[in-house]
Protein backbone atom coordinates (compact mmCIF):
# COMPACT_ATOMS: atom_id res chain seq x y z
CA UNK A 1 0.00 0.00 0.00
CA UNK A 2 1.44 3.47 -1.13
CA UNK A 3 1.96 5.74 2.36
CA UNK A 4 -0.65 8.17 2.35
CA UNK A 5 1.47 10.60 3.77
CA UNK A 6 4.27 10.52 1.31
CA UNK A 7 5.28 13.77 -0.45
CA UNK A 8 2.19 16.04 -1.90
CA UNK A 9 2.79 19.14 -3.95
CA UNK A 10 0.56 21.89 -2.47
CA UNK A 11 3.12 21.39 1.57
CA UNK A 12 6.22 21.80 -0.73
CA UNK A 13 7.06 25.91 -0.09
CA UNK A 14 3.33 26.19 1.38
CA UNK A 15 2.88 29.09 3.61
CA UNK A 16 1.80 29.18 7.09
CA UNK A 17 -0.84 31.46 5.52
CA UNK A 18 -2.11 29.29 3.18
CA UNK A 19 -1.58 26.44 5.59
CA UNK A 20 -4.26 27.66 7.98
CA UNK A 21 -6.69 28.54 4.74
CA UNK A 22 -6.18 24.47 4.54
CA UNK A 23 -6.93 23.70 7.84
CA UNK A 24 -9.64 26.16 8.39
CA UNK A 25 -11.71 24.41 5.16
CA UNK A 26 -10.77 20.98 6.66
CA UNK A 27 -8.74 20.34 3.58
CA UNK A 28 -6.39 18.95 5.86
CA UNK A 29 -5.58 18.54 9.51
CA UNK A 30 -2.74 19.46 11.98
CA UNK A 31 -1.94 15.58 12.80
CA UNK A 32 -1.91 15.26 8.83
CA UNK A 33 0.62 17.87 8.59
CA UNK A 34 2.55 16.11 11.68
CA UNK A 35 2.70 12.69 9.56
CA UNK A 36 3.46 14.32 5.76
CA UNK A 37 6.48 16.21 7.48
CA UNK A 38 7.63 12.65 9.77
CA UNK A 39 7.49 10.99 5.98
CA UNK A 40 9.36 13.89 4.67
CA UNK A 41 12.32 13.44 7.41
CA UNK A 42 12.33 9.94 6.96
CA UNK A 43 12.64 9.89 3.44
CA UNK A 44 15.11 12.97 2.84
CA UNK A 45 16.74 13.81 6.30
CA UNK A 46 17.60 10.17 7.62
CA UNK A 47 17.37 8.15 4.50
CA UNK A 48 18.12 9.43 0.70
CA UNK A 49 20.68 12.27 0.94
CA UNK A 50 20.70 12.18 4.80
CA UNK A 51 20.39 16.14 5.50
CA UNK A 52 20.58 15.01 8.71
CA UNK A 53 19.21 18.39 10.14
CA UNK A 54 17.01 16.70 12.49
CA UNK A 55 18.52 15.53 15.78
CA UNK A 56 15.12 14.73 17.72
CA UNK A 57 11.85 14.08 16.87
CA UNK A 58 8.93 14.74 19.71
CA UNK A 59 7.41 11.96 20.64
CA UNK A 60 4.14 13.18 21.46
CA UNK A 61 3.73 15.66 18.21
CA UNK A 62 1.25 13.94 16.94
CA UNK A 63 -1.01 13.82 20.41
CA UNK A 64 -0.38 17.58 20.59
CA UNK A 65 -1.75 17.71 16.81
CA UNK A 66 -4.86 15.70 17.60
CA UNK A 67 -5.99 17.95 20.70
CA UNK A 68 -5.15 21.21 18.79
CA UNK A 69 -7.35 19.74 15.76
CA UNK A 70 -10.15 19.15 17.73
CA UNK A 71 -10.03 22.56 19.73
CA UNK A 72 -9.86 24.30 16.43
CA UNK A 73 -13.06 22.34 15.61
CA UNK A 74 -14.60 23.58 18.86
CA UNK A 75 -13.58 26.67 19.96
CA UNK A 76 -11.61 27.95 17.03
CA UNK A 77 -7.89 28.46 16.72
CA UNK A 78 -5.71 30.57 18.73
CA UNK A 79 -3.74 32.42 15.99
CA UNK A 80 -1.56 32.33 12.66
CA UNK A 81 0.27 29.56 14.63
CA UNK A 82 -2.54 27.30 15.69
CA UNK A 83 -1.44 23.77 14.82
CA UNK A 84 1.79 24.49 12.88
CA UNK A 85 4.54 22.40 13.03
CA UNK A 86 7.71 24.19 14.35
CA UNK A 87 11.44 23.01 14.48
CA UNK A 88 13.66 24.50 17.50
CA UNK A 89 17.77 24.34 17.88
CA UNK A 90 18.83 21.77 20.58
CA UNK A 91 20.01 24.75 22.87
CA UNK A 92 16.61 25.35 23.85
CA UNK A 93 15.39 24.03 26.73
CA UNK A 94 11.73 21.67 26.25
CA UNK A 95 10.08 20.33 29.70
CA UNK A 96 9.28 17.13 27.84
CA UNK A 97 10.24 13.86 26.51
CA UNK A 98 12.83 15.52 24.33
CA UNK A 99 16.50 15.94 25.31
CA UNK A 100 18.47 19.53 25.07
CA UNK A 101 22.08 19.12 24.69
CA UNK A 102 24.03 21.66 22.43
CA UNK A 103 24.82 18.88 20.20
CA UNK A 104 27.59 17.53 23.25
CA UNK A 105 27.61 14.28 24.02
CA UNK A 106 27.97 15.39 27.69
CA UNK A 107 24.67 16.11 27.52
CA UNK A 108 23.01 13.90 25.51
CA UNK A 109 20.49 12.66 28.44
CA UNK A 110 19.68 15.84 29.81
CA UNK A 111 16.09 16.83 30.13
CA UNK A 112 15.51 20.52 31.06
CA UNK A 113 13.32 20.64 34.20
CA UNK A 114 10.88 23.32 32.30
CA UNK A 115 10.29 24.68 29.01
CA UNK A 116 12.27 27.73 28.14
CA UNK A 117 10.33 31.47 27.86
CA UNK A 118 9.85 31.33 23.80
CA UNK A 119 9.03 27.70 24.05
CA UNK A 120 6.09 28.58 26.82
CA UNK A 121 5.15 31.35 24.17
CA UNK A 122 4.94 29.17 21.10
CA UNK A 123 2.76 26.38 23.15
CA UNK A 124 0.25 29.39 24.16
CA UNK A 125 0.44 30.40 20.63
CA UNK A 126 -0.76 26.66 19.19
CA UNK A 127 2.60 25.99 17.47
CA UNK A 128 3.06 22.15 17.45
CA UNK A 129 6.99 21.38 18.39
CA UNK A 130 7.88 18.48 16.05
CA UNK A 131 11.22 18.69 17.11
CA UNK A 132 14.59 19.58 17.80
CA UNK A 133 17.37 20.83 15.52
CA UNK A 134 20.92 19.29 15.11
CA UNK A 135 23.50 22.68 15.20
CA UNK A 136 27.34 23.82 15.34
CA UNK A 137 28.60 22.19 18.79
CA UNK A 138 27.84 24.23 21.64
CA UNK A 139 26.72 27.02 18.79
CA UNK A 140 29.96 26.93 17.73
CA UNK A 141 32.20 27.88 20.72
CA UNK A 142 33.88 24.67 21.46
CA UNK A 143 36.82 24.07 18.91
CA UNK A 144 38.57 26.68 16.04
CA UNK A 145 38.40 24.03 13.54
CA UNK A 146 34.85 22.59 13.71
CA UNK A 147 32.62 22.46 10.63
CA UNK A 148 29.53 24.46 10.76
CA UNK A 149 26.88 21.91 11.55
CA UNK A 150 28.84 19.60 13.15
CA UNK A 151 28.19 17.88 16.93
CA UNK A 152 29.48 15.15 18.13
CA UNK A 153 25.79 13.93 19.46
CA UNK A 154 24.21 14.46 16.07
CA UNK A 155 26.66 14.43 13.16
CA UNK A 156 27.50 16.57 10.69
CA UNK A 157 24.03 18.84 8.52
CA UNK A 158 24.47 18.46 4.95
CA UNK A 159 23.18 21.62 2.74
CA UNK A 160 20.05 20.56 0.72
CA UNK A 161 21.64 22.27 -2.15
CA UNK A 162 24.75 20.35 -2.45
CA UNK A 163 26.80 18.60 0.35
CA UNK A 164 29.69 20.69 -0.92
CA UNK A 165 28.33 23.56 0.16
CA UNK A 166 28.83 24.73 3.94
CA UNK A 167 25.49 24.66 5.50
CA UNK A 168 26.35 27.56 7.92
CA UNK A 169 26.29 27.69 11.40
CA UNK A 170 25.77 27.70 14.54
CA UNK A 171 22.07 26.96 13.25
CA UNK A 172 22.54 24.61 10.90
CA UNK A 173 19.86 21.82 11.00
CA UNK A 174 17.28 24.34 11.59
CA UNK A 175 18.51 26.31 8.43
CA UNK A 176 18.80 22.99 6.44
CA UNK A 177 15.58 21.23 7.87
CA UNK A 178 13.28 24.54 6.82
CA UNK A 179 15.24 24.74 3.15
CA UNK A 180 14.00 21.16 2.57
CA UNK A 181 10.59 21.45 3.91
CA UNK A 182 10.89 19.40 6.88
CA UNK A 183 8.25 21.88 8.86
CA UNK A 184 6.72 25.50 8.66
CA UNK A 185 9.16 27.64 10.25
CA UNK A 186 12.19 27.02 12.73
CA UNK A 187 13.57 28.99 15.86
CA UNK A 188 17.69 29.83 15.57
CA UNK A 189 19.83 31.16 18.25
CA UNK A 190 22.95 33.67 17.30
CA UNK A 191 25.63 34.93 18.93
CA UNK A 192 27.35 36.53 16.00
CA UNK A 193 26.27 35.33 12.67
CA UNK A 194 24.73 32.02 13.34
CA UNK A 195 21.17 32.32 12.23
CA UNK A 196 22.41 35.06 9.75
CA UNK A 197 24.78 32.63 8.00
CA UNK A 198 22.76 29.18 8.08
CA UNK A 199 19.96 31.65 6.83
CA UNK A 200 21.42 32.87 3.73
CA UNK A 201 23.32 30.00 2.89
CA UNK A 202 20.03 27.45 3.06
CA UNK A 203 17.98 30.44 0.72
CA UNK A 204 15.99 31.88 4.31
CA UNK A 205 14.70 34.40 5.35
CA UNK A 206 16.44 34.97 8.72
CA UNK A 207 15.65 37.39 12.16
CA UNK A 208 18.33 38.05 14.22
CA UNK A 209 16.63 40.58 16.43
CA UNK A 210 17.58 43.28 18.85
CA UNK A 211 18.76 42.07 22.01
CA UNK A 212 16.00 41.98 24.78
CA UNK A 213 13.16 41.33 21.72
CA UNK A 214 13.18 37.86 22.62
CA UNK A 215 13.42 36.27 25.86
CA UNK A 216 17.02 34.31 26.58
CA UNK A 217 16.13 32.48 29.35
CA UNK A 218 16.25 28.28 28.93
CA UNK A 219 18.13 28.67 26.63
CA UNK A 220 22.17 27.32 26.59
CA UNK A 221 24.22 30.23 26.92
CA UNK A 222 26.98 31.90 25.38
CA UNK A 223 27.13 35.22 25.82
CA UNK A 224 24.16 37.28 27.79
CA UNK A 225 25.99 40.72 25.65
CA UNK A 226 25.04 39.28 22.41
CA UNK A 227 22.63 36.10 23.04
CA UNK A 228 19.34 36.09 21.03
CA UNK A 229 16.62 33.30 19.58
CA UNK A 230 14.97 34.67 16.16
CA UNK A 231 13.15 33.12 13.19
CA UNK A 232 14.05 31.71 10.30
CA UNK A 233 11.78 30.99 7.48
CA UNK A 234 11.32 30.52 3.78
CA UNK A 235 8.95 33.68 3.28
CA UNK A 236 9.79 37.50 5.48
CA UNK A 237 5.67 36.97 6.12
CA UNK A 238 6.53 33.31 8.05
CA UNK A 239 9.39 34.51 9.74
CA UNK A 240 7.38 38.13 10.86
CA UNK A 241 4.38 35.56 12.19
CA UNK A 242 6.82 33.37 14.02
CA UNK A 243 8.47 36.61 15.75
CA UNK A 244 5.02 37.92 16.68
CA UNK A 245 4.97 34.91 18.85
CA UNK A 246 8.55 34.35 20.21
CA UNK A 247 8.55 37.92 21.68
CA UNK A 248 7.60 38.86 24.98
CA UNK A 249 8.48 40.19 28.68
CA UNK A 250 10.18 38.00 30.37
CA UNK A 251 10.88 38.25 34.12
CA UNK A 252 13.45 35.54 33.95
CA UNK A 253 15.60 37.60 31.20
CA UNK A 254 15.37 41.33 32.36
CA UNK A 255 16.53 43.14 29.39
CA UNK A 256 12.97 41.84 28.10
CA UNK A 257 11.76 44.73 30.54
CA UNK A 258 13.05 47.73 27.86
CA UNK A 259 11.57 46.24 24.92
CA UNK A 260 9.97 49.30 23.48
CA UNK A 261 8.28 47.19 21.07
CA UNK A 262 6.13 44.72 23.25
CA UNK A 263 3.30 43.34 21.76
CA UNK A 264 3.44 45.22 18.29
CA UNK A 265 2.23 43.11 15.20
CA UNK A 266 4.83 43.01 13.12
CA UNK A 267 3.05 41.22 10.13
CA UNK A 268 1.29 45.72 9.98
CA UNK A 269 4.96 46.48 8.31
CA UNK A 270 5.11 44.14 5.49
CA UNK A 271 4.58 46.55 2.55
CA UNK A 272 5.29 45.72 -0.75
CA UNK A 273 6.42 49.57 -1.60
CA UNK A 274 8.45 48.91 1.91
CA UNK A 275 12.28 50.52 0.21
CA UNK A 276 10.41 53.23 -1.69
CA UNK A 277 11.98 56.72 -0.17
CA UNK A 278 14.37 54.45 2.18
CA UNK A 279 18.21 55.61 2.44
CA UNK A 280 20.48 52.14 1.68
CA UNK A 281 24.08 52.20 2.79
CA UNK A 282 26.62 50.00 0.91
CA UNK A 283 29.60 49.06 2.85
CA UNK A 284 32.13 47.97 0.49
CA UNK A 285 35.02 48.02 2.62
CA UNK A 286 36.49 45.16 3.54
CA UNK A 287 33.30 43.22 2.92
CA UNK A 288 32.39 43.41 -0.73
CA UNK A 289 36.15 43.34 -1.38
CA UNK A 290 36.65 40.31 -0.17
CA UNK A 291 33.86 38.43 -1.76
CA UNK A 292 34.63 35.91 -4.62
CA UNK A 293 33.34 36.98 -8.14
CA UNK A 294 30.53 34.53 -7.84
CA UNK A 295 28.85 35.86 -4.79
CA UNK A 296 29.94 39.93 -6.12
CA UNK A 297 27.75 38.99 -8.93
CA UNK A 298 24.69 37.94 -7.11
CA UNK A 299 25.04 40.89 -4.35
CA UNK A 300 25.90 43.36 -6.96
CA UNK A 301 22.81 42.72 -8.86
CA UNK A 302 20.84 42.41 -5.61
CA UNK A 303 21.94 46.44 -4.97
CA UNK A 304 20.88 47.45 -8.26
CA UNK A 305 17.38 45.81 -7.58
CA UNK A 306 16.97 47.67 -3.85
CA UNK A 307 17.38 50.77 -6.06
CA UNK A 308 14.94 49.31 -8.95
CA UNK A 309 12.49 48.88 -5.94
CA UNK A 310 12.40 52.65 -4.80
CA UNK A 311 15.38 53.10 -2.35
CA UNK A 312 17.97 55.67 -2.78
CA UNK A 313 21.43 53.93 -2.66
CA UNK A 314 24.36 55.43 -0.82
CA UNK A 315 27.35 53.66 -1.92
CA UNK A 316 30.71 53.46 -0.10
CA UNK A 317 29.69 54.30 3.21
CA UNK A 318 31.96 53.05 5.97
CA UNK A 319 32.00 52.07 9.51
CA UNK A 320 34.46 53.80 11.74
CA UNK A 321 35.19 51.04 13.24
CA UNK A 322 34.72 48.70 10.99
CA UNK A 323 38.27 47.26 11.02
CA UNK A 324 37.20 46.42 14.00
CA UNK A 325 39.83 43.25 15.74
CA UNK A 326 38.07 40.24 16.55
CA UNK A 327 38.46 40.02 20.11
CA UNK A 328 35.70 37.59 22.07
CA UNK A 329 37.27 38.39 25.49
CA UNK A 330 33.52 39.27 26.13
CA UNK A 331 32.19 36.02 24.64
CA UNK A 332 34.97 33.96 26.51
CA UNK A 333 33.96 35.41 29.77
CA UNK A 334 30.33 35.13 29.54
CA UNK A 335 30.55 32.01 28.62
CA UNK A 336 32.08 30.64 31.41
CA UNK A 337 30.09 32.76 34.23
CA UNK A 338 26.72 32.06 32.14
CA UNK A 339 27.30 27.96 31.37
CA UNK A 340 28.11 28.12 35.05
CA UNK A 341 24.77 28.87 35.69
CA UNK A 342 22.96 27.36 33.77
CA UNK A 343 24.51 24.03 34.67
CA UNK A 344 23.19 24.73 38.12
CA UNK A 345 19.85 23.37 36.85
CA UNK A 346 21.01 20.16 35.38
CA UNK A 347 19.95 16.96 36.51
CA UNK A 348 22.42 16.14 39.59
CA UNK A 349 22.94 12.68 37.81
CA UNK A 350 24.77 14.07 35.21
CA UNK A 351 27.70 14.86 37.10
CA UNK A 352 28.30 17.79 35.14
CA UNK A 353 27.90 21.11 37.16
CA UNK A 354 30.52 23.45 35.45
CA UNK A 355 32.22 23.85 32.28
CA UNK A 356 35.42 22.45 33.97
CA UNK A 357 33.12 19.21 34.52
CA UNK A 358 32.25 19.46 30.70
CA UNK A 359 35.63 19.77 29.49
CA UNK A 360 36.51 16.92 31.85
CA UNK A 361 33.97 14.68 31.16
CA UNK A 362 34.33 15.08 26.87
CA UNK A 363 38.58 13.85 27.96
CA UNK A 364 37.01 10.68 29.63
CA UNK A 365 34.90 10.00 26.36
CA UNK A 366 37.63 10.62 24.58
CA UNK A 367 37.81 10.93 20.29
CA UNK A 368 34.04 10.90 19.93
CA UNK A 369 33.37 13.90 21.80
CA UNK A 370 36.47 15.83 20.96
CA UNK A 371 37.20 15.51 17.06
CA UNK A 372 37.77 18.45 16.65
CA UNK A 373 39.19 19.26 19.94
CA UNK A 374 37.94 21.61 22.31
CA UNK A 375 40.56 24.36 22.35
CA UNK A 376 37.61 27.23 22.95
CA UNK A 377 35.72 25.44 25.67
CA UNK A 378 39.61 25.17 27.22
CA UNK A 379 40.33 29.27 26.75
CA UNK A 380 37.15 30.51 28.46
CA UNK A 381 37.66 27.98 31.18
CA UNK A 382 41.02 29.45 31.41
CA UNK A 383 39.36 32.89 32.33
CA UNK A 384 38.42 33.87 35.59
CA UNK A 385 34.81 33.80 34.59
CA UNK A 386 34.06 36.95 37.00
CA UNK A 387 32.13 40.20 35.62
CA UNK A 388 34.27 41.95 37.35
CA UNK A 389 37.83 41.34 35.95
CA UNK A 390 39.14 44.51 34.79
CA UNK A 391 40.19 42.26 31.23
CA UNK A 392 36.30 41.36 30.92
CA UNK A 393 35.09 45.08 31.98
CA UNK A 394 37.64 46.79 29.38
CA UNK A 395 36.79 44.51 26.46
CA UNK A 396 33.04 44.89 27.24
CA UNK A 397 33.12 49.10 27.38
CA UNK A 398 35.43 49.00 23.97
CA UNK A 399 33.10 46.71 21.97
CA UNK A 400 29.88 48.69 23.18
CA UNK A 401 31.71 51.81 22.01
CA UNK A 402 33.30 50.93 18.93
CA UNK A 403 30.13 48.65 17.28
CA UNK A 404 27.72 51.65 18.97
CA UNK A 405 28.65 54.92 18.96
CA UNK A 406 31.67 54.94 16.89
CA UNK A 407 30.15 52.11 14.66
CA UNK A 408 26.32 51.54 13.44
CA UNK A 409 25.12 54.86 15.12
CA UNK A 410 27.50 57.54 13.75
CA UNK A 411 27.29 55.80 9.88
CA UNK A 412 23.36 55.05 10.07
CA UNK A 413 22.18 58.39 11.70
CA UNK A 414 25.08 60.49 10.24
CA UNK A 415 24.68 59.28 6.71
CA UNK A 416 20.65 59.68 7.85
CA UNK A 417 20.67 55.93 6.90
CA UNK A 418 17.44 53.68 7.23
CA UNK A 419 19.76 50.29 7.29
CA UNK A 420 23.42 49.06 5.61
CA UNK A 421 23.13 46.04 3.38
CA UNK A 422 25.51 43.45 3.95
CA UNK A 423 26.49 39.85 1.80
CA UNK A 424 25.26 36.73 3.44
CA UNK A 425 26.42 37.14 7.04
CA UNK A 426 29.41 39.00 6.07
CA UNK A 427 29.71 42.14 8.81
CA UNK A 428 27.73 40.15 11.60
CA UNK A 429 30.39 40.89 13.99
CA UNK A 430 29.64 44.30 14.81
CA UNK A 431 25.61 44.61 14.98
CA UNK A 432 26.31 41.47 16.91
CA UNK A 433 28.13 43.34 19.67
CA UNK A 434 25.82 45.94 19.49
CA UNK A 435 22.81 44.19 20.16
CA UNK A 436 21.11 45.43 16.89
CA UNK A 437 18.82 43.54 14.35
CA UNK A 438 19.39 42.10 11.17
CA UNK A 439 17.25 40.23 8.85
CA UNK A 440 19.00 38.59 5.89
CA UNK A 441 16.78 37.26 2.68
CA UNK A 442 17.45 35.31 -0.47
CA UNK A 443 19.70 37.28 -3.20
CA UNK A 444 20.09 34.55 -5.34
CA UNK A 445 22.39 31.37 -5.98
CA UNK A 446 25.68 31.30 -7.92
CA UNK A 447 26.72 30.19 -10.89
CA UNK A 448 27.42 26.49 -9.21
CA UNK A 449 24.37 26.60 -7.82
CA UNK A 450 25.47 28.45 -4.04
CA UNK A 451 22.52 30.42 -2.20
CA UNK A 452 23.31 34.09 -1.29
CA UNK A 453 21.80 36.20 0.74
CA UNK A 454 21.55 40.25 1.28
CA UNK A 455 21.56 41.15 4.97
CA UNK A 456 19.77 44.47 6.41
CA UNK A 457 21.14 45.86 9.33
CA UNK A 458 19.37 48.48 11.57
CA UNK A 459 20.12 50.36 14.71
CA UNK A 460 18.17 48.91 18.22
CA UNK A 461 14.19 48.11 17.66
CA UNK A 462 14.34 48.97 14.21
CA UNK A 463 13.11 45.87 13.33
CA UNK A 464 9.54 47.16 12.05
CA UNK A 465 11.79 49.36 9.44
CA UNK A 466 13.77 46.54 8.82
CA UNK A 467 10.63 43.79 7.75
CA UNK A 468 9.40 46.86 4.85
CA UNK A 469 12.91 46.68 3.42
CA UNK A 470 13.06 43.10 3.76
CA UNK A 471 9.38 42.03 2.50
CA UNK A 472 9.41 44.27 -0.39
CA UNK A 473 12.85 43.30 -1.18
CA UNK A 474 11.64 39.65 -1.12
CA UNK A 475 8.05 40.25 -2.86
CA UNK A 476 10.01 42.00 -6.20
CA UNK A 477 12.51 39.55 -6.67
CA UNK A 478 11.45 35.95 -5.60
CA UNK A 479 14.93 34.71 -5.13
CA UNK A 480 14.55 31.65 -3.42
CA UNK A 481 13.74 28.24 -5.56
CA UNK A 482 13.58 25.32 -3.24
CA UNK A 483 17.00 22.61 -3.50
CA UNK A 484 16.39 19.21 -5.46
CA UNK A 485 17.36 16.33 -3.59
CA UNK A 486 17.43 12.79 -4.93
CA UNK A 487 16.10 13.72 -8.13
CA UNK A 488 12.73 14.89 -6.62
CA UNK A 489 12.11 18.76 -6.16
CA UNK A 490 11.59 19.66 -2.70
Excluded at 97 to 105: D, E, P, Q, Y
Excluded at 146 to 162: I, K
Excluded at 412 to 423: C, S
Aim: glycine share 8%; charged share 25%; net charge negative.
Amino acid sequence: MENPYKQVEWLVETSIEEIQEKLDIGEVTSTELVKMYFYRIKEFDQKGPKINSILEINPEAIHIAETLDYERKTTGKRGPLHGIPVVIKDNIDTGDKMHTSAGSLVLAESYAKEDAFLVKQLRKAGAIILGKTNLTEWANFMAEDMPTGYSSRGGQVLNPYGSHFIVGGSSAGSGAAIAANFASVAVGTETSGSILSPSSQNSLVGIKPTIGLVSRSGIIPISHTQDTAGPMARTVADAVILLNVLQGSDSKDPITSRNSLEDKDFTHFLMKNGLKGKRIGIVRKPYLESLKESKLTVIEKAIEEVEQLGAEIVDGVEIPSQELDEDITVMLYEFKNDLNAYLKNVDASLGVRTLADVIKKNNEIGEQALKFGQKVLIQSEETTGNLTDPEYLSSLLKDAYLSREKGLNEVLEGENLDALIFPDNDGAMIPAKAGYPSITVPAGYTCEGEPVGITFTGTAYSEPRLIEIAYSYEQGTKHRVPPVLKGVKL
